[in-house]
């Protein structure tokens, strides 16, 4: 296999660190020690850490959208693959020990008044994760298993935020409460 | 009036600087100059960024405290204090122009797994919250204005998430596209 490039080291790293220490947490020089390259090396691949988080936020999308696939299996009822997307996040949120959280979430509370690009950028990407939950809903919907008095698009915009404020909760609380209350209410309300 | 004493300057600071730039995005510095007091009073007075970040925390509770006095007003019916509530949380954001979000959804997405003493403060303040909504839950559940096919802790903890999760995204989007699904979709499910 050939070796990664340097700039990939770096946005591997990138990707790991921000997510776990934050932007304003994490210096350049935390990125290029876990990426094993040199700190002068940086600026030759990228103009900032913030245009860095850009890519960063891009690279960790490409793991939302491996976990959305499962969206689309036309074999399983709509309704069905809606709840089992949610049980997944939050299975994958218990086997981390409810550390880090989501990537996209933590940037939505840390940076949007301190950089348009990665604001723009977390925009882009929330709106692309509420269309990819929008069409289940809509299926669902149509299969008359989820309750048609909302339209499917607002329903798919709470289902994405309540989930992230949940594991926002997870993450203080060190425990499962937040996400099974996510579970229980709104799948239980939000069902025919 | 008397002059406000060089820590309560600094703890006045703090809740600004913090909640507008983040624990990690503050320095010590950042906060004793917009305190207008010697860098070096700092140490005089907190042992570290850390402790006086969960003194913050505590005056801006008072806040949320203030804000959730009109849970209690017996006049009103509990499901439309509830209603109300979320609606002035939402109009102080809007007001805000979707700047800066919640303090404690901010430290929660930022913090728990950086400082254990910000982490047990926030659920501390969490679990106070959640429980100032329960028993206004439990009241509009006794009136059969709310479903009560769902324990008032779970939708009171919901809600409370629900609403951090939304108020992230309305940072994220600029406009009250999240806060007003959050609105739609929580109360419209949930009212009986």
Redesign the interface.
């Known amino acids: 296999m050939a070796r990664p490039s340097t700039r990939e080291q770096i946005i591997a790293a990138a990707v790991d660190t921000l997510h ?6 994490t210096s350049v020089q935390d990125i290029t020690e876990a990426a094993q390259v040199p700190k002068g090396s940086f600026y030759n691949h990228f103009e900032s850490k913030e245009l860095l988080a850009v890519e960063a936020l891009e690279r960790y999308w490409q793991r939302v959208l491996d976990g959305l696939s499962g969206l689309g299996d036309e074999k399983t009822p709509a309704v069905d693959r809606l709840r089992r997307y949610f049980q997944y996040l939050n299975e994958v949120t218990r086997q981390g020990d ?4 989501c990537m996209i ?2 940037m ?3 940076m ?3 950089s348009r690009p990665v ?1 723009e950028r ?2 882009v990407l ?1 709106a692309a994760w509420s269309r990819a939950i929008e069409s289940c809903v809509k299926e669902a919907q149509a299969d008359g298993a989820l ?1 048609r ?2 339209d499917a698009r ?2 798919a ?2 289902l ?7 594991m ?2 997870a ?4 425990d499962a ?2 996400l ?3 579970e ?3 799948f ?3 069902l025919t």
Chains 1, 2 share one sequence.
């Open positions: 776990r220490k934050g932007f304003n947490g409810y550390q880090t959280g979430g933590n939505s509370a840390e949007p008044d301190q604001r977390l925009a929330l309750r008095d909302m607002t329903i915009a709470f994405l935020n309540s989930w992230e404020g949940a926002m909760r993450k203080v609380d060190k409460t937040a099974t209350a996510f229980i209410v709104a239980g309300t939000l």
